[in-house]
């Protein structure tokens, strides 16, 4: 399983970004993708995740009332929207994926296939 984000960019405080993650290899095999992301001298950190095929998006508290994650299983895709951005949004984003359908959020540690990340910077 491949997986690439991107859409990642600077933006100012308020603005809005839409992530995507292209997923490719060994689709048949997906039970979850979700959206993580990392600041500088951080942990990485569950941001939303949705099961593969069927089922809704959840999300960390703190976030649901901003971001929204969907997917395309058509066009093999999954997207993070990014609404009133926060300089504390800052971080590099990654899209991951694990065979088990998951309902819920999960830690990084469960998820075996990752991207390379896209770096958001929010501006105050």
């Known amino acids: 399983v491949q997986l690439q984000a991107s859409g990642g960019g600077l933006v100012q405080a308020g603005g809005s970004l839409r992530l995507s993650c292209a997923v490719s290899?060994?689709?048949?095999?997906?039970?979850?993708v979700g959206w993580f992301r990392q600041a500088p001298g951080k942990e990485r950190e569950p941001v939303a995740a949705i099961p593969w095929r069927g089922g809704i998006g959840h999300y960390v508290d703190d976030l649901k009332d901003r971001f929204t994650i969907s997917r395309d299983n058509a066009k093999n895709m999954v997207y993070l929207q990014m609404n009133s951005l926060k300089p504390e949004d800052t971080a590099v984003y990654y899209c991951?994926?694990?065979?088990?359908?998951?309902?819920?959020?999960?830690?990084?540690?469960?998820?075996?296939?990752w991207g390379q990340g896209t770096q958001v910077t929010v501006s105050s």
């Open positions: 290899g060994g689709i048949f095999t997906i039970g979850t």
């Open positions: 991951a994926a694990d065979p088990r359908r998951r309902v819920g959020i999960w830690s990084p540690s469960n998820f075996d296939y």
